[in-house]
Nanobody
Framework: QVQLVESGGGSVQPGGSLRLSCAAS????????MAWFRQAPGREREGVAV????????LYVDSVKGRFTISRDSANATLYLQMNTLKPEDTAMYYC???????????????????WGQGTRVTVSS
């Protein structure tokens, strides 16, 4: 069982930055593929970024490339999402997720992740 708890959401103006955190179960942290998803009102949940268990592989959806950075800290069993140059279209509930097994370009689907946090809200508005 993997427990995930997000924090760090909030309201920011366009062009601003936020850093999301996701505290995970320490015993399983080094064995799990992790990801950030987001869900805007009226839209399906979409994968934003994926990172391999030891952080050597980080992948992004095209809409956030060059603006968002996913990272993980094994010592603190925490996943991060640094979000820069935020746009109104980044407004959504953001979720961290985890899975055992493969971790790569084919792992941006909601159905592939067994463990989810409760979400943290990000609002980008002037």
């Amino acid at each position: 069982q993997v427990q995930l708890v997000e924090s760090g959401g909030g309201s920011v103006q366009p062009g601003g930055s936020l850093r999301l955190s996701c505290a995970a179960s320490k015993s399983s942290f080094s064995n799990i593929c992790m990801a950030w998803f987001r869900q805007a009102p009226g839209r399906e949940r979409e994968g934003v970024a994926v990172i391999s268990p030891f952080g050597g592989l980080a992948l992004y959806v095209d809409s956030v490339k060059g603006r968002f950075t996913i990272s993980r800290d094994s010592a603190n069993a925490t996943l991060y999402l640094q979000m820069n140059t935020l746009k109104p279209e980044d407004t959504a509930m953001y979720y961290c997720a985890a899975r055992y097994g493969g971790c790569g370009v084919g792992h941006f689907s909601v159905s592939q992740y067994q463990y989810w946090g409760q979400g943290t809200r990000v609002t980008v508005s002037s």
